[in-house]
């Protein structure tokens, strides 16, 4: 469940796997709920429990075809995550990454780590992520 000044939406992502079992895009779906109250209710009857809690101060920039978020999460520390919002138009996802992570190089992002879990895992596992130089 996601706090917007406010406002709650509830958001899941689906992911899709390579061979060696990265995560490298998703389909995600997200939807604003009326009442936060009776969310918890359904939460409760169905027995899902709250396992973390992502506390994220997030700051987002368009350019062109990328949303780009500056993340600085509790615990964590501080993030650059973009994603391409343009039409994908016979381009392999694999391919949109490669320049997305050119886009970064160029404008001068410094060096660039890259890990296939979210912030959830990472705030429960720690050691078990790992960073990738690009």
């Known amino acids: 469940m996601r706090d917007s000044s406010g ?6 992502k689906n ?3 390579d061979k060696d079992g990265k995560s ?6 997200e939807t604003a709920i009326e009442s936060k109250d009776q969310l918890n209710k359904i ?3 169905l027995d899902i429990k709250e396992v973390v809690t992502v506390d994220k101060i997030r700051k987002l920039y368009l ?16 993030f650059v995550e973009i994603e391409y919002k343009g039409k994908i138009v016979n381009q392999k996802p694999a391919d949109i990454t490669k320049e997305m992570i050119s886009f970064l190089k160029k404008i001068g992002c410094g060096k660039i780590t890259r890990n296939y879990v979210g912030y959830p895992f ?3 596992f720690p050691r078990e992520v790992v960073l990738e130089e690009q």
């Open 63 to 78: 350019y062109q075809d990328y949303e780009i978020a500056i993340d600085s999460i509790k615990g964590l520390g501080d």
């Open 15 to 17: 992911w899709y796997y």
């Open 43 to 45: 939460f409760s009857v």
């Open 122 to 124: 990472q705030l429960l």
């Open 24 to 29: 490298q895009y998703c389909d995600e779906y």
């Open 7 to 12: 406002k709650y939406s509830i958001n899941y």
